[in-house]
């Protein structure tokens, strides 16, 4: 079989300690046709330093994206990309790493499915710091392997797809436009759209390692995940697939008196499973008890 290139884009930030281990599964992948593109985001644990170091020692190719000041995922990511060459391209950072076999399967797999296909992920183990396998976070198989049309339904639900497995036609990521910072969940924004046009596949093998730190997500973070999960829910959901919880949450967001963003409360403006009295009381700025003694009498 012709082996198309593929791209891998390895981004790292303060993963000296890890990023061995990530190109070494690189270097190992039984599919041999890669360009490799490493960028680091100004890390202060000198990661660029390893990196530099481990080329030099295995003699493998690479072009290089190191910054002096940090900017950013986005920024890094959308730099590395436009650097691309490959036919499919593959985005990691490097505290995690691949299955030996996860881009010749991956690569085959997509090759075989055709153009209606615009990207595929697998399943993962899941790892310590230490690069033991623990507990899986998600049982992917179940989230997955299902028909692709109905996980163009499901997906809409929420992020059902792990971002180091997935592999991706190079025009299609291109095709759906740069790196947003503005989105925290920008993966999940990437494979919404991608779906709107695409199918995506599933491999139901553990073809990647994801590193699972113990790193508790902060409060403020995990609010504002759930807020922009909910935002990109009323985007992409056309058959109010999801209409339940966007009322719940809206309701209960407003009821408690936080003040919505902009762009949020248009998004719900134009969301056409929203509940209408709610919409008004929020673009009119109706007070909360009047809303309520609204809702008692109609």
Not at 39 to 68: R, T, Y
Not at 103 to 129: P, Q, R
Request: a neutral charge; proline letters at 3%; glycine letters at 4%.
């Amino acid at each position: 079989m012709e082996q198309p290139l593929v791209t891998v884009v390895v981004v790292s930030y303060n993963h000296s300690k890890f990023v061995k281990e990530n190109l070494d599964s690189i270097k190992n992948q039984t599919y041999k046709n890669i360009q490799l593109i490493v960028g680091d985001d100004a890390s202060p644990d000198q990661s660029a330093d390893v990196i530099e170091q481990w080329l030099q020692e295995n003699k493998f190719s690479a072009e290089k994206n190191f910054h002096i000041q940090n900017t950013g995922l986005a920024a890094m990511l959308n730099e590395c990309v436009a650097l691309a060459k490959g036919k499919y391209i593959k985005l990691i950072a490097a505290d995690d790493f691949l299955h030996p076999q996860a881009l010749e399967k991956s690569v085959s797999k997509l090759e075989s499915l055709g153009n209606k296909y615009g990207m595929l992920f697998t399943n993962t183990h899941t790892i310590d710091n230490d690069s033991n396998i623990i507990e899986d976070i998600a049982n992917y198989d179940t989230l997955g392997n299902i028909d692709p049309h109905i996980f163009r339904k499901e997906l809409i639900k929420g992020n059902r797809i792990a971002a180091l497995t997935v592999l991706l036609r190079t025009d299609v990521l291109k095709e759906t436009g740069k790196y947003d910072s503005k989105f925290i969940v920008e993966d999940f924004y990437r494979w919404l759209m991608i779906s709107e046009k695409y199918l995506i596949g599933y491999i139901p093998e553990k073809l990647a390692y994801y590193r699972m730190h113990q790193e508790n997500i902060s409060k403020i973070r995990e609010e504002k995940i759930e807020m922009e999960t909910i935002l990109l829910q009323m985007m992409f959901d056309k058959e109010g697939i999801v209409k339940e919880r966007v009322n719940r949450f809206t309701q209960k967001y407003y009821f408690s008196g936080i003040k919505l963003p902009p762009e949020y409360k248009s998004a719900y403006h134009d969301y056409p499973f929203r509940v209408k009295r709610l919409d008004l009381a929020l673009q009119n700025r109706i007070p909360v008890p009047f809303y309520k003694l609204l809702n008692k009498i109609v």
